[in-house]
């Protein structure tokens, strides 16, 4: 992908149980977001973690960022089947508004 | 708020003619608007970034010929992919910006399915 890799590629997991998706970025950032994208259609935007926080919350959503990996990771507690989608993060590179660049996805399937 | 349409939804075209795909900040004024392009089971690609009033930088690689981007307006970008041929079928989604509440927001269109018969 143009500005890094997610891993891993795809998960399935059951109803329930956790999961942990991992973002690794290529350049300086001032901040990262992950997205779902259900097939086949438009982008949600889940959290916003900037460059000098470590960790968010968001409902049954955690994120962490660790600039000195260049990585980020998405944890969902507690999956449901609705859960199922695919998980981009994205980032901001630092100082140039003007670009905006994904990671290559993680497909996550939640079975009931 | 903060809502961003894409029109057409779909479109099938015939290899050889061009397709305009519109992309509208309804709420808002977007100073910025992006255009990727999304291959099936991908990640979206950036593929130019557009600034009202001024020509648009494209990511290297993306042909500028080929892809005309014209942000006309803060409320309207549009995307013309010229003599497409069966290669361009695509996902297309565009994202505004709102540089004024700070350059991270972003807000993403529901996106164009092209396909190039």
């Known amino acids: 992908s143009q500005q890094g890799e997610e891993d891993p590629q795809a998960l399935s997991i059951q109803e329930g149980e956790n999961a942990t998706m991992n973002c690794s970025y290529k350049?300086?950032?001032?901040?990262l977001q992950w997205y779902r994208q259900n097939s086949g259609r438009g982008l949600v935007h889940l959290i916003l973690?900037?460059?000098?926080?470590r960790e968010k919350h968001s409902g049954r959503l955690r994120v962490t960022l660790d600039t000195s990996k260049k990585s980020s990771s998405l944890l969902i507690t507690a999956s449901r089947a609705a859960d199922t989608a695919s998980y981009f993060c994205?980032?901001?590179?630092?100082?140039?508004?003007?670009?905006?660049?994904f990671g290559s996805g993680t497909k996550l399937n939640v079975k009931p | 708020g903060a809502v961003v349409s894409q029109h057409p939804s779909r479109v099938i075209c015939k290899s050889g003619t061009s397709v305009k795909i519109e992309c509208r900040s309804l709420?808002?004024?977007?100073?910025?608007m992006f255009w990727y392009r999304q291959f099936p089971k991908k990640s979206l690609m950036l593929m130019a970034t557009?600034?009202?009033?001024?020509?648009?930088?494209?990511e290297q690689g993306v042909e500028k010929d080929k892809f005309l981007i014209n942000h006309a307006s803060l409320t309207l970008s549009t995307l013309t992919v010229t003599s497409a041929h069966p290669e361009d079928s695509s996902f297309y989604i565009c994202?505004?910006?709102?540089?004024?509440?700070?350059?991270?927001?972003?807000?993403f269109g529901p996106g164009t399915r092209l396909t190039v018969l």
């Open positions: 557009s600034n009202e009033g001024s020509k648009a930088t494209y």
């Open positions: 994205a980032t901001h590179p630092a100082y140039n508004f003007n670009k905006f660049y």
């Open positions: 709420d808002f004024q977007a100073t910025t």
């Open positions: 994202s505004a910006s709102t540089s004024g509440r700070g350059y991270n927001e972003q807000f």
């Open positions: 350049t300086s950032i001032n901040n």
């Open positions: 973690i900037r460059s000098n926080e």
